[in-house]
Each structure stands twice: as C-alpha cells, then as structure tokens.
C-alpha cells in the first residue's frame, strides 16, 4: 500500500462506506488495513501532522481508499460546565462567562457569547468547578483556535508543574 494525496474533496464517500478513521502513535505512526482484502501497512506520517488529516491509500490488490487520520494523543471528554475567563492583566471580577463544551488532559474547548480581543498564543485563565462538589479550578490556558462570539480552544501552561487532568479535584491553584 502506498498514501497518495486524496483525489477528491476531503468528506466524500467512499463507494458508500464510511471512511476509516486511524488513529497515529506517538512515534507518528499508522497502520492502515486494506477492507478489501485485509493486508495491513504501516507508514510514517510525521510529514503530514500540521498539513494534511487525510490521505488516499493506494493498495496492491488494486484498491484505492481515503482513510482519515487522528493526531490527537488525549481524547476529549464531552462536558457542560459552566465557567469564566479572562485575559491574565483582567482583574478577576471582570472575568467574562463560558461554558467549557469538553477538556482533556492537555486543554479546554470554551463556549462563547460575545466576540472577546483575543488571540491565537494569548493566554487566558479559566475559573470553573468540575462539579457541584469541587473546589473552583483555576488553569491558565494558551488559545490555540479562536471563533470569534462562538468557540475558544486552548492547550494548559500550568501542566508542566505535573498537575493532573482538569476533571481532578487536586488541580486547583491556591488562592
């Protein structure tokens, strides 16, 4: 089997089957399997991490396919937690609401009302508490995908001090 670059809009259908989603290791490796005929290959897609999420494999039995490829290494959790943020120069009661729509081990997906001045690489601290239970969390976050009145997504700068995954209750910062 060998990846080429998709002939066709990324999302097309494949003769009616759902396109297979792989999911690349840590050492940025994929091993993809022929549905025709079961032969299985594993190749480098290191090259391709920040350009291209899909690719078409071409394999020996004369099948081609397009096979859509996860670089993410922590998973998303679905969530609906109420909370705020703030730029790190905004006093704390200045904070604007969000509503954190999933988290990982490495980052927040937020949930906005209103276009904010920011950035991609802005850092923003986010105040939330994972359940009613909790202490409030405080994580610092660089944005990495901003949608301006609708989405902000972002990566820890606190989780190099070994802090735990934001839905831990020992992850609060001291006030």
């Not at 859509?68 to 290494?73: I, K, T």
């Not at 604007?96 to 850092?123: E, F, N, T, Y």
């Not at 923003?124 to 660089?142: A, M, Q």
């Not at 989405?151 to 910062?173: E, I, K, Q």
């Amino acid at each position: 089997m060998m990846p080429t670059p998709p002939r066709h809009p990324a999302g097309a259908a494949e003769q009616g089957l759902k396109r297979q989603k792989y999911y690349v290791s840590r050492k940025e490796m994929v091993t993809i399997k022929c549905r025709a005929c079961g032969r299985s290959e594993t190749f480098s897609v290191a090259e391709l991490k920040s350009k291209k999420h899909s690719i078409r494999v071409d394999c020996a039995c004369s099948q081609s396919f397009e096979v859509d490829l996860e670089f993410r290494q922590d998973y998303r959790q679905k969530s609906d937690i109420a909370g705020s943020l703030r730029a790190l120069s905004t006093p704390r009661n200045r904070a604007r609401q969000c509503v954190i729509v999933d988290h990982s081990p490495r980052g927040l997906l937020l949930a906005i009302a209103d276009p904010l001045p920011i950035k991609q690489d802005d850092w923003l601290v986010v105040n939330y508490r994972p359940d009613v239970d909790s202490p409030e969390v405080e994580r610092l976050i660089r944005v990495c995908h901003y949608q301006p009145g609708a989405l902000v997504g972002g990566t820890f700068v606190d989780t190099g001090a070994g802090r735990p995954a934001p839905s831990s209750r020992s992850n609060a910062l001291p006030h």
